[in-house]
């Protein structure tokens, strides 16, 4: 478990780096292990968006997905990494805010559902969220950058 | 919905294609349904991947998360896409096969368990996949290229 006992050895020392900047003593005591094995100094944020027909992520077809990373940089295979993780720190991550339809929105009533999923991680916790859009015309007005694709 | 409608239209242009391609009348018949709802020509393949430390992804904390994707081309923070790509596209997208321990591997039987989970989309469908070793020595015999990071 390398990397663990490695993250675990970098915290540590971190803490003791961090320790000893803020003492006013000169005799610096020894450098903190290299960065080596850490795993990260920051929660991950990595995700697959998808977009699918049908009404429930279950049953819709896929018709398209893209990763998103939001840390340590936006990055992934979305058209627009930048704005859609900015997006979702503005939401502090919650899908639900991010689909929601503008008011004042009109569309029609039909049932041609439009489901959009996202999984993996944000900010070190899972996320597994499913929004089912009733018609292509709601999707439209709720999807925001991040189901922009 | 702009690029919905455009995708079927592609479908139905490549299949109308393919058709007048193959047939030798000139009177063709209807075309067959198009391949519905695709919008991309490829199944799309786009995961995340974890490594957490616990017995279970719903508990285990998250200590790294990477992105994968496979198509188009090879991409994501996975730090070697190619090689991981390459290794799914062997086992057929069977993560089961991919986490197989190597014959003739000997760990101890301590229980530190280590938990791996890949979730996103691989070639089309929907890929919710974790399993746990049951300690670094295991993790580190059958984690191969794909959970390599």
């Given at each position: 478990?390398?990397?663990?006992?490695?993250?675990?050895?970098l915290?540590?020392a971190l803490?003791?780096?961090?320790l000893?900047?803020?003492?006013?003593?000169?005799?610096?005591?020894p450098?903190?292990?290299?960065?080596?094995?850490?795993?990260?100094?920051?929660?991950?944020?990595?995700?697959?968006l998808?977009?699918?027909?049908?009404?429930?992520?279950?049953?819709?077809?896929?018709?398209?997905?893209?990763?998103?990373?939001?840390?340590?940089?936006?990055?992934?295979?979305?058209?627009?990494?930048?704005?859609?993780?900015?997006?979702?720190r503005?939401?502090d991550?919650d899908?639900?805010?991010?689909?929601?339809?503008?008011?004042?929105?009109?569309?029609?009533?039909?049932?041609?559902p439009?489901?959009?999923?996202?999984n993996g991680?944000?900010?070190?916790?899972?996320?597994?969220?499913?929004?089912?859009?009733?018609?292509p015309?709601?999707?439209?007005?709720?999807?925001?950058?991040?189901?922009?694709?």
């Amino acid at each position: 478990m390398r990397y663990i006992t490695g993250g675990i050895a970098l915290g540590a020392a971190l803490a003791l780096g961090g320790l000893v900047g803020a003492g006013t003593s000169a005799n610096a005591e020894p450098a903190p292990a290299p960065a080596a094995q850490t795993q990260s100094l920051y929660a991950p944020s990595a995700m697959v968006l998808t977009i699918g027909q049908g009404d429930s992520a279950a049953t819709a077809g896929i018709q398209r997905a893209v990763t998103l990373s939001c840390m340590p940089k936006a990055d992934g295979t979305h058209p627009n990494t930048r704005g859609a993780c900015s997006q979702l720190r503005l939401a502090d991550g919650d899908f639900t805010k991010l689909t929601k339809i503008k008011e004042g929105t009109i569309c029609t009533r039909e049932w041609n559902p439009v489901v959009v999923t996202a999984n993996g991680v944000w900010d070190g916790r899972r996320v597994n969220f499913e929004h089912t859009f009733a018609n292509p015309c709601e999707m439209k007005a709720g999807k925001g950058t991040v189901f922009e694709f």
